[in-house]
């Protein structure tokens, strides 16, 4: 993908990252600041949403922040204003915001499903919706990516309240792509497959863990951050200027097959 390629350019789009502080939304938001782009990042925590501003800040167009639990419908509305405030418009939302915990199905509390599930679903439809409302308002169309995962493909043991949550969040994706394609506005969604980041990195520390996700990925590696990032302007830009609700998987090619240790001759 060459950056001066205009089908593939997002420069001087106005792009929110939810999520934005850490993880596959931080290597988000700095290769699109890295390309031009104008990023806002959003999370709970202000402290860290500026330092992290400050080091993906690129060329004439520095990162900006706005805090907004999506876990809290209140600062949904008034991080949307104080984005058009500063940029008058929004072009593009990441949906990043997401959390996880692993257990046993039957050992899962009321209060841990409710956590996961209105961060990672409620919380992303209630971003959309919002941000959606405002692309209409504009009339110049928009593109929305949510970050799917892995486990819409099919769920690992353990985490079913996540894998229910992103299955929603992927229905989403194409509802919202159906009812939005006459405004103009695309919904598509990136899967990841296994990625280091600051929320897995103990989990893939362990051999085991780490010997057992090479050998599943034909790629024979795990995943980093910034490989999200092509998949992510490619939705946002011209390129995919004729695609709505859709997954792709970013995944190393887990989803090609079952791999089985049997040699071929």
Known sequence: MSESDPLFSVRDKVVIVSGGSRGI???LAEGFARRGAKVIITGRDATTLEVTAAEISQGTHPADFVTCDVAKPETIGPMVEAIIAKTGRIDTLLNVAGVNIRKRVETYTEEEYDYITNINLKGAFLVSQAVGRQMIAQGTGGTIVNIDSLNTFAPLK????????????????????SEWGDHGIRVNAIAPGFVLTDLTNKLWSDPTMQAWGKANTPLR????????VGAAIFLASDASRFMTGQVLYVDGGITCGIQWPIPLT
Do not use: C, F, I, N
């Open 25 to 27: 939304g931080r290597a």
């Open 221 to 228: 590696r795990l995943g980093q951050p910034e490989d999200m």
């Open 158 to 177: 353990g985490v079913l309240p996540y894998a229910m949550s992103k299955a929603g969040l992927g229905m989403m994706t194409r509802g919202m792509g």
